[in-house]
Structures are given as structure tokens and as C-alpha cells.
């Protein structure tokens, strides 16, 4: 089976996304129809594949590592280990939760390996170094100091809980989804989020930065 993941930088064209009718009769189709496509030979199938989530990858990656060329270099690495693991695709969960649980993990050895303890959020980080948007120079220096301090408090939580709270808070998944990829139950999926979200909250209110007791 040819290999889709050649380029490995989004300055390039990092996969192929096709063109013409054959594109668009993919594009059409749902994971099950593509993955059974991909498990067959069909790279096209898997390019697909590779398009409808790269995105979600690289950003579950960049929230782990808080690089973009050590984002990018995981996410390919995830596209490589979905495309070989292929035939161990059950269907028990979505295609896209079984591939950002494979992001999950390959991001964890990722940090062992080089030891890294903490990691920062893509939002916090432009909220702090761009003004936002449509408000006035008081109000956007306010968004700027909050975007500062909730990517100060976001780095001060252990790693466990920070997963959570990505998946949930920047991910949008169900607590289902969050169990599955972190390989818990959503009993542990809850109580590691509520525990987050304690934390951070005692964190800004130390930091000064919203109200509490």
C-alpha cells in the first residue's frame, strides 16, 4: 500500500488531498465506507481520512507539546501507526476517537522521552500575544492578561488533569469519547475534570486574576 504521510510540514503540501470526481465521491462517504476502503489497499481512501481529521491531530498534539514541528512530526507518526493498525479497527468506538486516542498515547511517550512535565495551550498563547479582536484597547489588554494567566495556571496542572480539560473544554467531546481515548471510565474522566477545573479556578484566584475565597 502506498504511504499518503510523504511531506511532513504544512508549509508543503503535507498529504495529498486528491482532486477531480474521485475526491469527491470520497468525500461523501463515511468513515466505516473509507476505512474498509483503506484496509483493502485504497490509499486514496485513507488520504481521506487523513484530511477529515489532520486537523484535530495536530491540534490534540500541539495542545500536548506546545510545539508545531514536534506537533507535526507526532501527528504524522499517529497517521502512520492508524494506517498500519488499520486491521485491528473494531468499530467499538468512532474512527476519530480511536485516532486521537492513538494521538493521546503517542503524545505521552513523546513527553517520557524527552522528560517534558508541562505543556501550554495554542488559544491562551495567541489571546496573550495578539489583541483580540473587535474590542477597544482597555478591553483587549484585559483578554490579553487573562489569556496570559490561564495559560500560566493551565501549565501548573498535573498532566492527567490537562488532558482531560483539553479534550473536553477544546475538543468538545462527550464524557464517552474523553473514556475511550484516555482508556478510563467516565467515572475517572469526571473526577479527573472536575479536579481540573478546581485547580485552575484556585490558581487564577492565587494569581489574582478572578474573585474567590
Given at each position: 500500500?502506498?504511504?499518503?504521510?510523504?511531506?511532513?510540514?504544512?508549509?508543503?503540501?503535507?498529504?495529498?488531498?486528491?482532486?477531480?470526481?474521485?475526491?469527491?465521491?470520497?468525500?461523501?462517504?463515511?468513515?466505516?465506507?473509507?476505512?474498509?476502503?483503506?484496509?483493502?489497499?485504497?490509499?486514496?481512501?485513507?488520504?481521506?481520512?487523513?484530511?477529515?481529521?489532520?486537523?484535530?491531530?495536530?491540534?490534540?498534539?500541539?495542545?500536548?507539546?506546545?510545539?508545531?514541528?514536534?506537533?507535526?512530526?507526532?501527528?504524522?507518526?499517529?497517521?502512520?501507526?492508524?494506517?498500519?493498525?488499520?486491521?485491528?479497527?473494531?468499530?467499538?468506538?468512532?474512527?476519530?476517537?480511536?485516532?486521537?486516542?492513538?494521538?493521546?498515547?503517542?503524545?505521552?511517550?513523546?513527553?517520557?522521552?524527552?522528560?517534558?512535565?508541562?505543556?501550554?495551550?495554542?488559544?491562551a498563547r495567541e489571546a496573550a500575544d495578539a489583541p483580540s479582536a473587535g474590542l477597544n484597547p482597555a478591553e483587549a489588554a484585559g483578554a490579553n492578561e487573562l489569556g496570559a494567566a490561564i495559560e500560566k495556571a493551565l501549565e501548573a496542572l498535573p498532566v492527567k488533569h490537562r488532558t482531560v480539560f483539553v479534550l473536553r473544554e477544546y475538543e468538545g467531546m462527550s464524557y464517552e469519547e474523553m473514556a475511550k481515548v484516555i482508556g478510563c471510565s467516565m467515572g475517572t474522566v469526571m473526577s479527573r475534570l472536575h479536579h481540573a477545573r478546581k485547580k485552575l479556578r484556585s490558581h487564577l484566584i492565587q494569581m489574582g486574576v478572578v474573585e474567590g475565597q
Amino acid at each position: 500500500m502506498s504511504n499518503p504521510l510523504r511531506q511532513p510540514r504544512p508549509s508543503q503540501a503535507w498529504m495529498s488531498e486528491g482532486g477531480g470526481v474521485r475526491a469527491r465521491d470520497l468525500a461523501l462517504q463515511d468513515d466505516g465506507v473509507l476505512v474498509e476502503q483503506a484496509r483493502k489497499g485504497d490509499a486514496r481512501a485513507f488520504e481521506e481520512l487523513v484530511r477529515r481529521y489532520r486537523n484535530e491531530v495536530f491540534g490534540l498534539a500541539y495542545h500536548f507539546l506546545r510545539g508545531r514541528e514536534e506537533a507535526w512530526d507526532v501527528s504524522q507518526e499517529v497517521f502512520i501507526k492508524a494506517h498500519r493498525a488499520l486491521s485491528r479497527f473494531r468499530g467499538d468506538a468512532a474512527f476519530k476517537t480511536w485516532l486521537l486516542r492513538i494521538t493521546a498515547n503517542q503524545c505521552k511517550d513523546y513527553l517520557k522521552k524527552r522528560r517534558v512535565n508541562t505543556v501550554a495551550f495554542d488559544d491562551a498563547r495567541e489571546a496573550a500575544d495578539a489583541p483580540s479582536a473587535g474590542l477597544n484597547p482597555a478591553e483587549a489588554a484585559g483578554a490579553n492578561e487573562l489569556g496570559a494567566a490561564i495559560e500560566k495556571a493551565l501549565e501548573a496542572l498535573p498532566v492527567k488533569h490537562r488532558t482531560v480539560f483539553v479534550l473536553r473544554e477544546y475538543e468538545g467531546m462527550s464524557y464517552e469519547e474523553m473514556a475511550k481515548v484516555i482508556g478510563c471510565s467516565m467515572g475517572t474522566v469526571m473526577s479527573r475534570l472536575h479536579h481540573a477545573r478546581k485547580k485552575l479556578r484556585s490558581h487564577l484566584i492565587q494569581m489574582g486574576v478572578v474573585e474567590g475565597q
